[in-house]
């Protein structure tokens, strides 16, 4: 039994468009299954880095510079390995540059310069990542905050809040055969400063996968790294939490502590999932033995205590 699934981020479209293209992601990482489990992460979030309606790869988002910066990582359950890139810019696809740090280097994690130059020598050539409708909406801001006004803008998509096509980070976790594994990429928060990290290329904030389960989160990448989010879901699944209640338990987590807007997605060696949200959209892909669940619905949890 194989379970797969794929997450386009919060406030992301909920139209065919975006459903269609999460779909394909996870059933093509189903089909790299017989490679394996790391094989079948990777490729989904491949599918998703070359889609301008998601904010990782080509289409992300960019920062204060008009530059595009982004993150991506990988880790394989059974073993334990980890590996991620940050603020690596011109490359296609970055959770395959991650992929390289973990079965490549002793490193897990290659930063800014060193991670494109990395690249550079690994074969992969420049690649221009910013979209027309991505340099559209950061043009639009920057003018916007030229003249003092409001920007009106997603920190999460760089686009109006009410605009069909939002998007924010993709991920993907991965149950077969009792493997586990995990991978995320994304070009970040809208107008971040140049440098900023978030939570996806950390292990633990953002991603992680053991022997007993994969998660893999989005969001506001700094209230997932500072409640280290992704461990806490697994600490659960080891004490022996469904992953649909780990989930949903750290969403009211973060939610209490953070205040923040969040998603997540978990599976385990049972080959049990979890999904939760508190944002407005969480559009996710689910495959079960290479068939895609169209009934599987996301839980919508609340977005703020409103208890006292």
Request: aromatic residues 6%; proline residues 5%; glycine residues 12%.
């Amino acid at each position: 039994m194989s379970i797969i699934i794929v997450h386009g981020g919060i406030e992301t479209g909920t139209e065919a468009p975006f459903l269609e293209v999460l779909r394909e992601a996870a059933l093509s990482g189903y089909r790299s299954l017989a490679r394996g489990h790391l094989d079948a992460a990777e490729e989904a979030v491949k599918i998703l880095e070359k889609c301008p309606l998601f904010n990782a790869g080509y289409g992300s988002v960019l920062n204060l510079e008009g530059e595009v910066e982004m993150d991506a990582s990988i880790m394989d359950g059974y073993s334990g390995r980890f590996g991620a890139v940050a603020a690596i810019d011109n490359v296609a696809h970055p959770v395959t540059i991650a992929r390289l740090v973990l079965e490549e280097t002793s490193h897990v994690l290659l930063a800014g310069r060193g991670a494109t130059s990395f690249a550079r020598v690994k074969g992969f050539p420049m690649v221009n990542c910013i979209a027309p409708t991505m340099l559209k909406a950061w043009q639009k801001v920057r003018d916007a905050m030229g003249k003092g006004a409001g920007t009106g803008a997603s920190p999460f998509t760089g686009l109006p809040a009410q605009a069909i096509d939002a998007c924010d980070t993709v991920g993907c976790v991965v149950s077969h055969r009792g493997m586990l594994a995990a991978a995320s990429s994304t070009g970040g928060s809208f107008l971040k400063m140049p440098g900023r990290v978030g939570d996806t290329p950390l292990p633990g904030g953002g991603i992680f996968a053991s022997r007993r389960c994969a998660v893999v989160c989005t969001g506001l990448g700094e209230a997932f790294v500072e409640t280290l989010t992704a461990k806490y879901v697994e600490s659960l699944v080891a004490d022996g939490l469904h992953p649909q209640e780990a989930a949903e338990k750290a969403i009211i987590r973060l939610t209490l502590e953070k205040r923040a807007a969040g998603g997540m997605v978990v599976v385990d060696h049972q080959n049990r999932y979890g999904v939760a949200y508190n944002s407005t959209t969480f559009p996710v892909a689910l495959v079960h033995d290479g068939k895609i669940q169209d009934n599987f619905t996301p839980k919508k949890m609340p977005r703020y205590n409103t208890c006292g």
